[in-house]
């Protein structure tokens, strides 16, 4: 009767866990999925409609069903970029040497003027300028780009002494940008070098540099440009982006609210402001739902400027993988924010890899939207068997309707609940066995 009583809670244990495995798998949203090419792994990219669907940021409730309703084993693996590489590109520049505006005599003649393409030309017939200690040099950066550094190639065999740098959009406004120490000593055939003025993203055409210490013997000027490569082989999906939704003035003055529309694992934002020739810094937030607290993502500056050469917009604020629905932008107002109008706001996400087994008979079914659900999904490594797994390709096919979706979790909740019935007929029986066995137990009354 005992190994009976065992053997019988061993098949309640069993009986419970498959139970419990025939669940009805809850989504909200099912959408077919086709395959092609053979498996019995098939691999596809996330599409946009999971993570609109979905209701976890960690995409816990996804699932994939075969055309029994049963779960099938799959894995999700974002998508990594390797970090890209920074080179810094030098260029010569156009450069004059004119009179000090210190010189006595009020405004002296440059000796250069302004072409119509916004470049420095010598004047015809401008008396050369003396070179002396009140001498200046005027650069011509060529357009207004974003400049890392200057470097100044230092003539004769020894200099050391300051240079002061000074920025202008029209050679008549000037602001003082930077100032560094340039040396250049020569000993036993050896030469110290230090040529370099740090700019940290100038983004003015013209320069004037100053030398408290004595003008150098110049031999050319080259500016420095940063330019960001990507990782050669990276396999990476590219960029994707999504426009805002529901882009709307907030409760603060500089405040612009937006949604995601899903988990999408936003990267970057791309902002356009509504007028021409504005500039304006910006704080770039999220959270996870309405009743969170804000949390900074990035900072930076906006820009959308008309020149001659047509216009130029501000790159995308890039930050760390952020898959929240609701964010905003605050714009700092101290200089007239954005103006009139609304920004147009896109976000830039990749797409995660999701590998699943085609266990069972299709069709085969992907659904997201419940955020009770706790994930499933499994290491890449762990899902993938054998020496050499074949894999097909899948793709997202047409949502199903409602009714197709209440007919198959109706008709797994029946099965679930027959389950349970016979569950609990059987703990019945168990308990019945035990309350016979104590019944039936002899009492020793002679102690």
């Not at 061993?10 to 909200?28: D, K, Q, Y």
């Not at 529901?246 to 936003?266: D, H, I, K």
């Not at 994930?375 to 899948?394: I, K, Y």
Request: aromatic content about 6%.
């Amino acid at each position: 009767m005992k190994s009976m009583l065992m053997s019988l809670c061993a098949g309640l244990l069993a009986f419970s866990a498959h139970a419990r495995e025939a669940a009805p798998v809850a989504a909200v949203q099912w959408y077919e999925v086709n395959l092609s090419g053979s498996g019995p792994y098939y691999r596809m990219r996330l599409p946009s409609e999971i993570y609109a669907a979905s209701q976890r940021s960690d995409l816990g409730d996804v699932r994939i069903v075969n055309g029994a309703g049963e779960r099938v084993p799959f894995s999700l693996e974002a998508a990594t970029v390797p970090a890209p590489v920074k080179r810094v590109v030098p260029a010569p520049v156009t450069w004059f040497a004119v009179p000090s505006a210190n010189r006595a005599g009020g405004q002296p003649r440059l000796g250069v003027s302004i072409a119509p393409d916004g470049s420095l030309r010598a004047e015809v017939g401008a008396p050369a300028a003396p070179r002396g200690a009140d001498e200046s040099v005027l650069v011509d950066l060529g357009r207004e780009a974003s400049v890392s550094g200057l470097r100044i190639h230092l003539g004769g065999t020894q200099y050391q002494g300051r240079v002061q740098v000074e920025s202008s959009a029209d050679l008549t406004q000037w602001h003082s940008v930077a100032e560094a120490d340039l040396l250049k000593a020569s000993s036993n055939g050896k030469q110290l070098r230090q040529e370099r003025v740090p700019l940290d993203g100038l983004r003015q055409r013209y320069l004037r540099l100053s030398w408290p210490d004595g003008v150098p013997e110049i031999t050319a000027i080259d500016a420095e440009t940063v330019v960001v490569e990507a990782v050669p082989g990276n396999d990476a999906p590219a960029l994707r982006w999504q426009a805002a939704a529901q882009v709307r003035t907030g409760s603060l003055a500089g405040e612009y609210l937006f949604e995601s529309g899903g988990v999408y694992p936003a990267e970057s934002v791309r902002i356009d402001l509504p007028q021409p020739n504005t500039i304006a810094k910006v704080s770039l937030q999220s959270r996870s739902e309405a009743q969170a607290s804000w949390r900074e993502v990035a900072t930076g500056s906006v820009f959308r400027l008309q020149g001659k050469s047509g216009e130029e917009r501000s790159a995308p604020l890039q930050f760390q993988v952020t898959p929240e629905r609701n964010w905003r932008i605050l714009v700092d107002t101290r200089n007239g924010g954005l103006g009139s109008g609304l920004p147009q706001v896109s976000l830039g996400w990749r797409p995660a890899q999701l590998t699943f087994v085609a266990r069972g008979s299709p069709p085969f079914r992907m659904g997201a939207g419940d955020a009770a659900l706790a994930p499933v999904a499994q290491p890449t490594a762990e899902l993938l068997m054998g020496a050499t797994p074949e894999m097909g390709n899948a793709t997202l096919g047409a949502r199903l309707p409602m009714a197709q979706e209440s007919a198959a979790a109706a008709s797994a909740s029946t099965r679930n609940i027959v389950l349970w019935v016979g569950l609990i007929i059987a703990v019945a029986a168990l308990g019945a066995i035990a309350w016979r066995l104590a019944r039936s137990k002899p009492v020793d009354g002679s102690r």
